[in-house]
């Protein structure tokens, strides 16, 4: 390999932390409306496979169908809303809580998608992010994507376990 070659290699590794975690696909969603929740896993945990992904629903998230994967059990915590919530005309006080995905096995060098459908109620704040901690599970260790910055301090690049986040729009 030409030295060239490497400091391109190099600069790719360096320039890739900010995505070594878990994180949302898609980066932004509009308050009231409904969002499709793409967590995507791009590694294990130093260099084990992952064979479990928990996702924790934050209050104002509602109405979560987790998306059933080959080879993977799909479960879900439900529990109480600290809110009742408007949904299609029915009030809902309870709901999913947690999700997670067991049984599978995605090693390291791979990586892998792991989907939810979720209604986003208008009790949601525009202009904030919405965060769904993560503990990612591995058939040696665990990383724990759940670190959220305090109120206004906004997204910190210095975080090493930053929880996945998806911007919230305000109604159009």
Same mark, same amino acid.
Request: aromatic share 10%; with cysteine; proline share 8%.
């Given at each position: 390999?030409?030295?060239r070659?490497?400091?391109?290699?190099?600069?790719?590794?360096?320039?890739?932390?900010?995505?070594?975690?878990?994180?949302?696909?898609?980066?932004?969603?509009?308050?009231? =409306?409904?969002?499709?929740?793409?967590?995507a896993?791009?590694?294990?945990?130093?260099?084990?496979?992952?064979?479990?992904? #928990?996702?924790?629903?934050?209050?104002?998230?509602?109405?979560?169908?987790?998306?059933?994967?080959?080879?993977?059990? @799909?479960? @879900?915590?439900?529990?109480?809303?600290?809110?009742?919530?408007d949904?299609? =005309?029915?009030k809902?006080?309870?709901? @999913?809580?947690? @999700?997670?995905?067991?049984? =599978?096995?995605?090693?390291?060098?791979?990586?892998?998608?792991?989907?939810?459908?979720?209604?986003?109620?208008?009790?949601?704040?525009?202009?904030?992010?919405?965060?769904?901690?993560?503990?990612?599970?591995?058939e040696?260790?665990?990383? #724990?994507?759940?670190?959220?910055?305090?109120e206004?301090?906004?997204?910190?690049?210095?975080?090493?376990?930053?929880?996945?986040?998806?911007?919230?729009?305000?109604?159009?």
């Amino acid at each position: 390999m030409s030295k060239r070659t490497w400091l391109i290699f190099l600069g790719v590794f360096a320039a890739t932390p900010a995505t070594a975690h878990v994180f949302l696909e898609g980066k932004q969603a509009t308050v009231g =409306g409904s969002y499709k929740a793409v967590f995507a896993v791009p590694h294990g945990c130093a260099g084990s496979p992952t064979v479990k992904i #928990r996702v924790q629903i934050p209050e104002g998230v509602i109405a979560v169908k987790p998306m059933p994967k080959a080879g993977w059990s @799909v479960d @879900v915590v439900e529990g109480k809303y600290a809110s009742e919530y408007d949904y299609h =005309g029915n009030k809902l006080s309870s709901g @999913v809580k947690e @999700v997670t995905w067991s049984g =599978g096995k995605l090693p390291d060098k791979n990586y892998d998608e792991f989907v939810m459908h979720t209604a986003l109620t208008d009790t949601l704040k525009p202009n904030t992010i919405l965060y769904f901690p993560v503990v990612q599970e591995c058939e040696t260790g665990l990383s #724990r994507w759940i670190e959220i910055p305090a109120e206004g301090a906004g997204h910190s690049h210095e975080s090493k376990s930053p929880a996945p986040g998806v911007k919230l729009l305000p109604k159009p």
